[in-house]
């Protein structure tokens, strides 16, 4: 009885978040990639009237669409959680927070789950240009989704436009625009975006590589692995300079994740602002053993020049020790002092995260140059195209475990611990208990979903007939029910 | 007039469409062992909500995100207070979304099953649920000030189980159930239509009774209150539409029927908004631990912000929603399931 009764709520806490946030977006970029992949897929069927466009749309709307109603259940869980777990913090910062979450649903969700349910059932009860204003509705809705709560999460990584209401408690909203416009959010979005682009673009490519190495399909599959590829390098520059644009950003407004990204205890300059590839330390990352360095890297990732000073974690220590735990700083000095974030895990996410992502784009060039002018393709290329579909959305889980692990011990910086923000009535028994709720139905639905997905994949696109007179095809035998 | 009340007005709105919009599917959902007889019962069944519930159930996600922005401290203390509660009607919710999708997409029969299963239970606990949590806010809960200026909800879930609760909880389920079946019988035809004619007038004869009986409860605990005349007003007027919508049922008048019951939904939740008025939450520890609508509310600025874009938006959102219902105004009939590919 003992056990239960020392649970930490806040680590419970903790993981409950990082698992269903991190379980939520396994299924996020899929919905924001794909939808407008698809979006582009009927755009060209409706233009060119070219069946094998449509058959594309049918078979990628149809995986997007399984994906989708795991992205909306579990994003239920997501909003509710910051009032459940976290309702100190919902109190303290839900002035400024509550706003960009509520237009993201007034604006964006409701036009997201009206239009996605007109463009599943509308095909023979919507004019052919009508039904495809449904789905770029749909993906332009899922997009600014994105940008409100990216600038809700920006606050936390950098708030803006807010003072402190000693009487109340809490920060208040004095400036919406800059909410709506922080520097964190207008480089996080591109990055957010493309990122998924690249996944979707991914999928596309396994999807098809899957069938071509069977042969099957041959025509319509050969164009979805062009686009596919295309996009995925497309995807891949954009995120490859609001990645760039991010990290200066960041190092701007947190110095302390920079450094910790990098692990870099002493402050330095030029040369010395070195990056290291990869380097073996002692475990508690404080010592290094061995590593291999490119010299003036860091700097110029984090000041976009070559003699440029990078702060330290040190120093940084020092300063926020003296800025943060005075008197009267409740809910900003962390209850160990520390102010650094878990180093290992905050060097090798980044890492990781930019690794993966250029691995992505290579498997995308090599594959290009590979499938020029319809030349044979070995069996192995193939192989590798459908591995590789999981590259980005790893990519861009480790983003955010870079992202939201180096924010500690925030919860939002220079404002309030995380410690500080945990709900003060609830034990950590019922938090144990939601925990392994979530884990086991989110792991059942995975298997599940997972399954759902490659079997949609495999059975390829839907046989449409073309009629031989030169007519539209029947929108009737398009339509779908449950 | 301020604009927390402005807001207390707009969360309610959305609560209220809520319970209109989502309460049918929930009632769709349940009635499925009810209604059905084969596979093809159950696919007609569902296909009339098929396009819609996702949009539903949104408003479930635009009033959670306005409570957040206009009542951060209703938010937070009722949303951490009521922990396993809503942690129960979360999973619920889980499994009845992926269940519409899923059900069709296996092999077996059984597979099927394991997801009609989910819709039942998916569609059963959320109105129990919430009617249960929203008939305590207005009896009152345990709750102390806490020294940050916040509120902290003191009970557990079980304190929720009380007596006006379950009956609160038991009304909401029953008012969605017959919601449902009333809207099955307007959006099919066949037996099944039949078959939900005939059932509504079965168990809208039980929530009238559990309704009346919640009504009567709830004016007689607010006697005292400011808001008394109004809410007596509310409820007398939830009776009478719920009384017509069944014998609008008995009469086959299916449309006049659902549309009395959304009006039924209107007065039922307006009475309880009322009897909550001028507070979002009542402490049943102490009346002086009570959340008033102006100590739960945002500041001044957030407030008008998020009023222009309510404004702005609802209309066109009630405009395009209108649009959608319209579009798929038609019947759903045996044929149509049986000819059309699922998806």
Known sequence: MNVVLELDPLILARWQFGLTTLYHFLFVPLTLGMALLVAILQTAWVRTGKIKYLQLTKLFGKIFLINFAMGVVTGIVQEFQFGMNWSDYSRFVGDIFGAPLAIEGLLAFFLEATFIGLWIFGWDKLPKKVHLLTIWLTSIASIMSAYFILAANAFMQNPVGYKLNPERGRAELTDIGAVLTNPVALAQFPHTIFASVMFAACVVVAVAAWHLSRKQHVDTMRTALRFGLWTNIIGFVGTFFSGDSLGLVMTQTQPMKMAAAEGLYQTATGADASFSLFSIGTPDGAHEIFSVRIPYLLSFLSTHTFNGTVEGINDLQAEYTARYCGEDSLLTCPSDGSFTPIIWVTYWAFRWMIGLGVLAALVSVVGLWLTRKNRSVPQWAWKVAVWSAPIPLVASLVGWIFTEMGRQPWIVFGLMTTESGVSPGVTGLAVLISLVVFTLVYGALAVVEFKLITAAAKAGPPAIEEPEDGSDVDHAALTTVY | ?343
């Open chain 2, 1 to 343: 007039m301020e604009l927390q009340y402005i807001w207390f007005f707009i969360v309610g709105f959305l609560l209220i469409g809520y319970f209109v919009l989502d309460g049918f599917d929930f009632g769709v959902g349940m009635s499925i062992p009810f209604l059905s007889k084969d596979d093809t019962d159950r696919r007609q069944i569902i296909n009339t909500i098929g396009p819609v519930w996702d949009l539903n159930e949104t408003w479930l996600i635009v009033a959670g995100a306005c409570l957040f922005a206009a009542f951060p401290e209703w938010y937070a203390t009722m949303f951490s207070g009521f922990y396993l509660a809503l942690l129960l009607i979360l999973v619920a919710l889980i499994l009845r979304g992926v269940s519409f999708e899923y059900r069709h997409q296996g092999k077996g029969e059984k597979w099927t099953k394991w997801f009609d299963w989910f819709i039942v239970i998916g569609s059963f606990l959320p109105p129990l649920l919430w009617g249960t949590a929203f008939a305590n806010l207005i009896q009152g809960v345990p709750m102390e000030t806490m020294d940050n200026g916040g509120w902290l909800y003191t009970g557990t879930l079980f304190t929720l189980l009380n007596p006006y609760g379950l009956l609160g909880g038991l009304t909401v389920l029953l008012l969605c159930f017959t919601h449902g079946v009333v809207f099955v019988a307007l959006k099919t035809d066949g037996d099944v239509r039949v078959r939900a004619r005939a059932l509504a007038v079965k168990s809208g004869l039980i929530t009238i009774l559990a309704a009346a009986a919640f009504l009567i409860w709830t004016i007689i605990q607010h006697l005292q209150s400011d808001t008394i005349l109004l809410i007596v007003v509310f409820s007398a007027l939830a009776a009478v539409v719920l009384i017509g919508a069944w014998l609008a049922n008995f009469k086959g008048r299916e449309g006049v029927a659902f549309t009395l019951h959304v009006f039924t939904f209107i007065f039922a939740l307006g009475a309880i908004f009322l009897a909550l008025f001028p507070n979002v939450m009542i402490s049943s520890t102490d009346p002086a631990f009570s959340m008033s609508i102006s100590g739960a509310s945002s500041s001044a600025m957030t407030l008008e912000f998020m009023t222009w874009v309510a404004v702005c938006t609802l209309p066109l959102v009630l405009a395009y929603q209108a649009w959608t219902y319209w579009i798929f105004r038609k019947r759903v009939k045996r044929t149509d399931i049986v000819a059309a590919p699922v998806h």
